[in-house]
């Protein structure tokens, strides 16, 4: 009856440096936070935003980048693969994967542990849009590798389904200053930013001609560039770290833009109030490639890097080896729908002219945990009444509901449950481990 939200957080890998809001406990769930405002558009999303006015959170933008595993045999003995993956700087490292059929891994980033956010979590690569990623410098970076302006003012006019906030008032440009400049629009900025960011943290760089330039030995990554070099790599992602600006210059000196054209517009999500002292309006993007590339990491922002297949990233955490952010549990479930990169690929490409929106949990203390509804789910716009004296399980909620869209927190895990056919032409998730509760399909 005591714990407090504070502490069942933090189990789930988040913590707090302010008590503002944490002094609310999980079991009082008449208090004003957790019941009568939980509708949005009230206090657990932002209130409006004018310019001139900064948003109270920060915009960033993340990349899931998949890449094709050409090489997966069986081990003869137990149910595992044996997978050879790009270690570290000593060459090639095999591990130990959990059978599925999945032909693809996905790179994951393990924060420092001296990180004052998500400490020690396994995330996607990302980080903090900036003013550079919206340069005019660009212009000439992109003229240069083949696109011309007036093309690049339109990249993205396929994309016919709505455009978030994030995109169409960005934070960073929030100053009359930058009203009439002549700066990047917001989808090829946050494209920038997501490649830029991937770069600094893992060293993989994503550049590339325009599609009309390119020939059969173009790559979407430098892998076998003189400027893949390690040495010539953890150089420049000093560099571009200590002043994002410097990745326009590096792209200008080698000829290549960053491959925006090779990142497809996945989700929008926003960090609730009640999760943290630092909230975050993050665009998650998808980018496939055909072979992994070789990765390391940053030793700061980044401790280690992993390739690994949505299912064994989700059993990681499960097993209470990985902590996941609520986004990170929600699309690596929604994303083992696919064994194949192929298929993957199709669908994001497919996916994202149904545009994208943003996504804010509404957050209901429980028994057992705590539940972060979704839009689609029954109780997002009308958080359960429920005494805080006999609150219902988990498992509780999860029977008397007849349309769920949620993430199931019992720290310091948590599982994503949808059973509702979902906006923008998106997927569901797949549960994992499977529920053993029976749902009721509303697809």
């Given at each position: ?5 504070a502490d069942l957080a933090e ?129 000439a970076v992109f003229e240069a ?299």
């Open positions: 009856m005591g714990t407090k939200l189990l789930a890998g988040f913590s707090f440096k302010t008590k503002k809001f944490w002094q609310v406990k999980v079991m009082d769930c008449n208090s004003p936070w957790l019941a009568s405002t939980g509708i949005p558009g009230k206090e657990d999303l932002p209130p409006p935003t004018s310019r001139g006015s900064p948003n109270p959170w920060k915009e960033a933008s993340s990349l899931i980048i998949a890449a094709k595993v050409h090489s997966v045999t069986r081990a003869l003995e137990g149910k595992t693969n044996s997978v050879k993956t790009n270690g570290d700087d000593n060459g090639k490292i095999e591990k130990v994967l959990p059978i599925d059929d999945c032909d693809y891994r996905l790179l994951m980033a393990k924060r420092s542990g001296k990180s004052s956010y998500l400490a020690n979590a396994f995330v996607f690569p990302g980080g903090y849009v900036e003013l550079a990623d919206f340069s005019t410098k660009w212009w590798a083949g696109m011309s302006r007036a093309e690049l003012a339109r990249f993205g006019y396929e994309i016919k389904g709505p455009r978030p906030p994030i995109f169409t008032e960005p934070g960073v440009l929030m100053k009359e200053e930058y009203l009439h400049a002549d700066i990047l629009p917001g989808n090829v900025a946050l494209r920038i930013t997501a490649i830029r960011e991937t770069f600094e943290e893992t060293g993989i760089l994503l550049l590339n001609r325009a599609p009309a330039l390119r020939d059969s030995k173009t790559s979407a990554f430098l892998a076998d560039s003189d400027l893949a070099k390690t040495d010539d790599i953890r150089e420049w992602q000093k560099k571009i770290h200590e002043n994002p600006v410097c990745f326009a210059d590096f792209c200008l000196e080698v000829g290549l833009a960053p491959d925006i054209w090779s990142l497809h517009e996945w989700w929008n999500w926003l960090t609730p109030n009640a999760l943290g002292h630092k909230r975050f309006d993050t665009m998650f993007y998808v980018c496939c490639l055909d072979s992994l590339p070789k990765a390391f990491s940053d030793e700061n922002e980044v401790s280690k890097v992993e390739w690994v297949s949505p299912l064994e990233m989700l059993e990681e955490h499960i097993q209470k080896r990985a902590i996941l952010a609520p986004p990170q549990v929600y699309e690596l479930s929604r994303i083992s729908n696919f064994n194949h990169l192929s298929d993957l690929k199709f669908f994001a490409a497919k996916r994202e002219k149904s545009g994208v929106e943003r996504w804010c949990a509404v957050i209901t203390g429980l028994k057992d945990g705590a539940m972060l509804t979704l839009p689609g789910d029954e109780y997002f716009e009308k958080p359960p009444q429920v005494n805080s004296k006999f609150l219902p399980t988990l498992e509780e909620m999860r029977i008397r509901s007849s349309q769920l869209n949620r993430i199931e927190l019992r720290a310091p895990t948590m599982i994503a449950v949808s059973n509702v056919k979902l906006s923008h032409d998106h997927l569901t998730p797949v549960a994992y481990p499977p529920v053993h509760t029976s749902i009721q399909s509303n697809l």
